[in-house]
């Protein structure tokens, strides 16, 4: 969103929220929640329609999968806010061609899964089904991606999951959460009124989910790539992940942003994968 329809909508639920603290607080969750892109784009179909797709269900959500079979090891892919399965694109083709067996999911209200909000715990569960249906080896996840994969694994300790990677990583909700509030100039009316909700819908606050701290309950094998020049994500998150896991591989890279989108990157990726 541009600044000046930030400010607008940041004053206008501020002041609504002196009448209605609670209208304001779900209307400023429903914002928070609801991502403004990552629909599948028509120069994204070609790739995406060379995969076989199968749509599962998790509550009221239809989670499109996708499945280019071959007959190595099985990695999953879970994109991040605002993106679908078509930004695997370049990766997805130098996996297939060392014969892994690839899954993607596109996350609820993105790509072609339905819905029209998102959040991570959501997400979680959406790579939880995900994984019961498809029984993947390694887990890759980017973004918000790579979060919710972390708490699937510290909510379900799968066993038979022998990897995870990270790219760019948010760890602490509360982060996330305080960089929005700070983006739209919320007062502390909304920003309380957030937290609550949180509490209300999750049985926990915000501070509750923890990569980092979830990562001291994570035995898995996990290499973190974070960029130190990463704008949307801050380099110490992955940094107070990588302090709190027994079986972290740390790659700090410069340059790449928070995309990681780099052959570089894919390299460090597919050198863990074959380790």
């Known amino acids: 969103m541009a600044n000046s329809i930030i400010k607008i909508i940041g004053n206008s639920l501020n002041a609504i929220s002196y009448i209605s603290p609670k209208y304001a607080s779900d209307k400023a969750l429903d914002l928070f929640a609801t991502p403004r892109k990552g629909r599948v784009l028509e120069n994204q179909k070609a790739f995406l329609d060379s995969a076989k797709t199968h749509q599962l269900k998790y509550e ?5 999968t996708y499945n280019w079979k071959s007959t190595g090891k099985t990695i999953l892919l879970a994109h991040g806010w605002e993106s679908n399965t078509h930004r695997w694109e370049v990766l997805i083709n130098q996996l297939r061609a060392l014969d892994y067996n690839v899954i993607a999911l596109d996350a609820p209200a993105h790509g072609a899964s339905s819905g029209k909000q998102f959040n991570a715990v959501i997400y979680s569960e959406c790579i939880h089904l995900t994984v019961e249906h498809y029984k993947p080896d390694i887990i890759i996840g980017h973004s918000v991606g790579g979060m919710a994969s972390g708490f699937y694994q510290n909510k379900y300790q799968n066993k038979n999951l022998e990897k995870l990677i ?12 305080k960089r929005y509030v700070d983006m739209m100039g919320y007062n502390k009316r909304i920003e309380n009124g957030l937290n609550n909700l949180v509490l209300e819908r999750f049985n926990n606050l915000p501070s509750y989910f923890s990569l980092a701290n979830f990562a001291k309950n994570i035995e898995t094998e996990t290499l973190i790539i974070h960029d130190v020049e990463d704008k949307i994500i801050p380099y110490n998150d992955a940094k107070l992940i990588v302090e709190n896991h027994k079986k972290a591989t740390f790659i700090s890279t410069t340059g790449y942003g928070h995309g990681l989108r780099n052959d570089v990157v894919n390299n460090h990726i597919l050198e863990y994968i074959a380790s």
């Open 60 to 64: 009221d959500f239809n989670i499109l």
């Open 166 to 177: 990270l790219l760019g990583a948010p760890s602490e909700f509360t982060g996330v959460f």
